[in-house]
């Protein structure tokens, strides 16, 4: 795992932890390295406060950073050994205890795999817009403190909001991956990032090359469920700044690529297992998509019924003899009509509070991508 660092002191030591066999489950201790690369800090990151997270922690300082940790990135998986490469691209990411394990499942995808983790932030919203609000580092802190989550991690899930680069979810559209991992051999395929990206940060340089994986259909990329990556507080170019980059990177995304920015076309596999903490970022979307299915076989099965009652009624007018007998079979599909109306009516009750849900949620939606364009404007 690469991590990168730039002048986050305060926000380092809980995302080094977080990465450490002390925090981590389903990995043994041992089996993954964890390079820290401190690009240019103005006070540079010491060996020991890198180091005392673990033997497998070990720190690599650039002394002559770049504003953008494109090229440092590059460089460090270029110079480290393992089969897997997984980039923690903002260190100020926490991760979810099952974050490690989960891009290890890279291994299972075969020698093509690549799997991402979603991102949220800590706080009640994008923080971009929780700081205008009076969001601020002590506050950040009390979240924090409220969870415990050195011990349960995934207590993080109940303290955070879905990032703007993820606005749907799990199941919804990514337009980045700021935490992947995947095979030595895709990474060098892929020719890493792209050097082109010299904004601060990087600009959408983790856009680009998730793109480029979307695109590659020998590539299989799957999206980690129940796990995921918090964002703290660090006085970061993009989300903690009130200044608006977003015209600026965009304009570089389209110079390098040649072609206006837009959100990459992924169609991941899913899995995962979430945790109890995590459920709620499930989605209404799936429930909707649950209660029309229930609600449509509901239908088809009273329209059954209907049609069945319609026919009992023109042999009641055929026969005579038999009107007291088909009159009994009438009452009792009509019964059962009226027990299958009863059903779809609580059905289609559900469906629309589910339907209600989900365009809350399109609204959200719709919200981030006004403010999205306000800030590309």
């Not at 201790?29 to 240019?40: K, T």
Request: overall charge negative; glycine content about 8%; some cysteine.
């Amino acid at each position: 795992m690469v991590v990168i660092l730039h002048n986050m002191h305060r926000a380092a030591p809980r995302t080094l932890y977080s990465l450490s066999a002390a925090y981590q489950r389903g990995l043994p201790a041992g089996s993954y390295e964890v390079i820290v690369v401190d690009n240019g800090s103005d006070r540079p990151v010491q060996r020991a406060e890198v180091e005392r997270f673990g033997p497998e922690f070990r720190l690599v300082t650039i002394s002559s950073a770049e504003v953008s940790p494109v090229k440092a990135v590059n460089q460090t998986v270029q110079s480290s050994s393992g089969d897997l490469v997984g980039i923690l691209f903002d260190g100020a990411r926490m991760v979810s205890p099952g974050a490690l394990a989960a891009l290890h499942e890279t291994t299972r995808l075969g020698d093509r795999g690549f799997v991402s983790l979603l991102g949220w932030h800590l706080g009640p919203d994008h923080q971009s817009r929780s700081i205008s609000r009076g969001y601020n580092e002590q506050e950040e802190d009390r979240l924090l403190a409220s969870v415990d989550w050195e011990s349960n991690g995934y207590g993080l899930f109940t303290i955070s909001s879905l990032e703007t680069s993820n606005p749907a979810g799990w199941f919804g559209p990514v337009a980045e991956s700021t935490c992947f991992a995947t095979t030595r051999a895709v990474f060098e395929d892929l020719g890493g990032f792209d050097e082109r990206f010299i904004s601060p940060g990087g600009g959408l340089a983790n856009h680009e090359l998730l793109r480029r994986v979307a695109n590659r259909h020998d590539v299989r990329l799957a999206i980690a469920i129940g796990e995921g990556t918090f964002h703290q507080l660090h006085g970061g170019v993009t989300t903690n700044s009130g200044t608006d980059r977003w015209s600026e990177f965009e304009a570089e995304y389209s110079l390098i690529t040649g072609v206006a920015y837009s959100w990459p076309p992924i169609e991941p596999w899913w899995f995962g297992r979430v945790s109890p903490e995590a459920s709620q970022w499930i989605g209404a979307s799936v429930e909707v998509q649950q209660l029309a299915l229930g609600n449509s076989e509901l239908a088809a099965h009273a329209r059954a019924l209907e049609s069945e009652a319609s026919h009992q009624r023109a042999e009641l007018e055929k026969s005579a003899e038999r009107e007291e007998r088909a009159r009994e079979q009438l009452r009792n599909t009509e019964s059962e009509v009226s027990r299958y109306r009863a059903e779809l009516e609580k059905s289609s009750a559900a469906l629309r509070a589910g339907a209600e849900r989900e365009e809350r949620a399109r609204e959200q939606l719709e919200r981030d991508r006004v403010e999205i364009d306000r800030l590309r404007q």
